[in-house]
């Protein structure tokens, strides 16, 4: 059975949770059933995205070398968890991500979005505030801090910084 947008959209405003949208009085949703280049067929209308969906959209929809780059991957695995595991790919992205950066910036973390990759950046700075306290050392000179007092950090007010936890956090 194919739904019909207005069955989609009703399922959707019962049981769908978008994001920064009010759970109690959402606004009403658009049905998006097909994209190409930087338009979206949007409720039977063709528009153009402006958004590029958040952002992550930048070659626009249905690029003919990700769609290869995509059959081609989802033949070997679709995905794999990263944590404690590696594949080719990755490792690929890595090297050439590292032969493109400046020595020392020798280390790659892979993120699957900017609000986690924020995320994770905010949690190295705190590990290394707390690593140089534990050493005793603060900006070159001796810190009189204990560990547990780490500088907070701090972010541009009301910017766009996604939604974990520490981005958010950092917008004032």
Known sequence: MTATLADLRD????????????????????????ADGCRLEVDGDWVV???????????????PVLDRAVVD????????????????????????????????????FLADSGSVAVEVALKMVLQHQRGRLAQGRVGGRRAT??????????????????????PRATVG
């Not at 949770?17 to 059933?33: C, D, E, I, K, L």
């Open 11 to 34: 399922f959707d405003r019962a049981h769908v949770w978008h994001p920064y949208a009010s759970m109690t009085q959402p606004s009403p949703t658009r049905v998006v059933t097909g």
């Open 49 to 63: 995205d402006g958004m590029s969906s958040w952002w992550a959209a930048v070659h626009g929809y249905r690029h």
């Open 73 to 108: 991957q989802v033949a070997s695995f679709s995905h794999v968890m990263f944590g404690g595991l590696t594949h080719a790919p990755a490792v690929e992205l890595a090297r050439r991500l590292v032969d493109l950066t400046p020595a020392p910036l020798e280390r790659v």
């Open 145 to 166: 801090a204990r560990a547990a007092e780490v500088p907070r950090s701090h972010g541009v007010d009301r910017a766009k910084r996604g939604v974990t936890w520490g």
